[in-house]
């Protein structure tokens, strides 16, 4: 996941995480060692939320946007008037809940696993798990240890891993169940085969949706089904571009690399070192990309899964961003697959030394590292 310019290096010391997988913890110490290296945080407004984002009506030279932001526990409201926006709040910031009968008046504990931190809240307690994707299959593991009981709801129970199968087939304590049908007062929750169990709290391990609630368009760029759009690339909305444009749209990639690159290519094109195509040419690129993903058969929600690398080399191009090495595109597989052979270990043993060489000796590490690599 490391940025070009900074490599991820396990860090020994208390408190670090070495793991080839390690925790979000560690992962948050990256950022913050990146951000003081390259002396990011002055730049940073923290603990201000944005109220509003919209076209600056009337404005002279090119489109222009106000930008409206207030600190936390204040009531002054800051507005300000900029050349370019770039929305970068990503995916994962506004969770989905599913809709199910009795939701509303189920008075027992309900959460998203936006919100989870550690499994100790839920010691001893009849858990049921909404979801059994990433993180659904991650926190019933966690849940596990400490729970009386675990429920892992599924629309269906053909999309279980070898993994996934094996981890639940070890706890006695960790069950498999079918979609929900309802929730009861009495605190049953009901599943659509007749079954039900007397659950202390409900986990949904549901997703997130797209969500700008500060930004005003006029229309013009819109979320619908999950689509976020007209996105050229899904980064630049034809009738605005560049002064508007969106980072962190794509999923299942690997992120930082290709978020990077993203930005690389906002910064040439807002700099004038690039450009883009005309309005109607980037809006015909769209039109044809929204109809070969309907004919390869996926979904309007899954619009802006992109899963391939061959998309990303591609998308690079763009910047004349260096296409993901070899060795970063062998890990992120050899991971998958030791996953779904064995999803307790993967993130704690691996057999893929050699790939860890060959990124040794890539120009990724050894132009920022030089002798240290020898």
């Known amino acids: 996941m490391g940025y070009t310019d900074f490599p991820f290096f396990v860090k020994e010391g208390p408190g670090r995480?070495?793991?080839?997988?390690?925790?979000?913890k560690e992962l948050w110490l990256y950022l913050k060692e990146f951000s003081v290296h390259f002396?990011?945080?002055?730049?940073?407004?923290?603990?201000?939320?944005?109220?509003?984002?919209?076209m600056l009506d009337g404005s002279c030279g090119g489109l222009k946007w106000v930008v409206k932001s207030r600190k936390l526990l204040k009531e002054v409201v800051v507005e300000e008037v900029f050349d370019a926006v770039v929305v970068a709040n990503g995916h994962y910031s506004h969770p989905r809940l599913p809709s199910i009968k009795g939701m509303d008046t189920w008075k027992r504990k309900q959460m998203h696993s936006h919100v989870y931190r550690v499994p100790k809240a839920f010691?001893?307690?009849?858990?049921?798990?909404?979801?059994?994707?990433?993180s659904g299959q991650d926190l019933s593991m966690e849940l596990a240890g400490v729970a009386?009981?675990?429920?892992?709801?599924?629309?269906?129970?053909?999309?279980?891993?070898?993994g996934f199968s094996t981890v639940i087939s070890k706890y006695e304590n960790l069950h498999l169940r079918p979609q929900i049908k309802s929730l009861e007062e009495d605190g049953r929750?009901?599943?659509?085969?007749?079954?039900?169990?007397?659950?202390?709290?409900?986990?949904?391990?549901?997703g997130y949706t797209y969500s700008f609630p500060f930004l005003d368009t006029k229309?013009?760029?819109?979320?619908?089904?999950?689509?976020?759009?007209?996105?050229?690339?899904?980064?630049?909305?034809?009738?605005?571009?560049?002064?508007?444009s969106f980072v962190g749209i794509p999923r299942k990639i690997i992120a930082f690399p290709f978020f990077e690159s993203q930005g690389k290519w906002i910064a040439q094109v807002l700099s004038g070192k690039r450009k883009l195509p005309s309005?109607?040419?980037?809006?015909?690129?769209?039109?044809?990309?929204?109809?070969?993903?309907?004919?390869?058969?996926?979904?309007?929600?899954?619009?802006?899964?992109?899963?391939?690398?061959?998309?990303?080399?591609?998308?690079?191009?763009?910047?004349?961003?260096?296409?993901?090495?070899?060795?970063?595109?062998?890990?992120?597989l050899v991971a998958l697959d030791n996953s779904y052979a064995n999803l307790e270990t993967y993130r704690d043993s691996w057999d893929d030394d050699e790939l860890l060489q060959e990124a040794l000796q890539s120009p990724h590490f050894t132009q920022q590292l030089g002798p240290i690599i020898t």
């Open 17 to 24: 995480d070495p793991r080839r997988f390690p925790g979000h």
């Open 39 to 54: 002396g990011l945080r002055e730049l940073i407004r923290f603990n201000t939320r944005v109220e509003y984002v919209g």
């Open 123 to 134: 010691q001893n307690q009849v858990v049921v798990v909404v979801g059994n994707s990433l």
């Open 148 to 162: 009386k009981e675990v429920h892992i709801s599924a629309r269906s129970q053909n999309t279980l891993t070898e």
């Open 189 to 206: 929750i009901l599943f659509v085969d007749g079954s039900f169990v007397v659950a202390d709290a409900i986990l949904y391990c549901t």
């Open 219 to 244: 229309g013009t760029v819109a979320v619908e089904d999950n689509r976020v759009g007209p996105l050229y690339h899904h980064t630049f909305p034809p009738s605005l571009a560049p002064s508007l």
């Open 279 to 332: 309005p109607d040419d980037m809006m015909h690129h769209i039109h044809q990309f929204y109809r070969q993903r309907e004919a390869d058969g996926i979904p309007k929600r899954d619009t802006h899964d992109i899963i391939h690398f061959e998309y990303c080399d591609m998308y690079a191009d763009q910047a004349d961003f260096p296409h993901l090495e070899e060795w970063r595109k062998k890990m992120c």
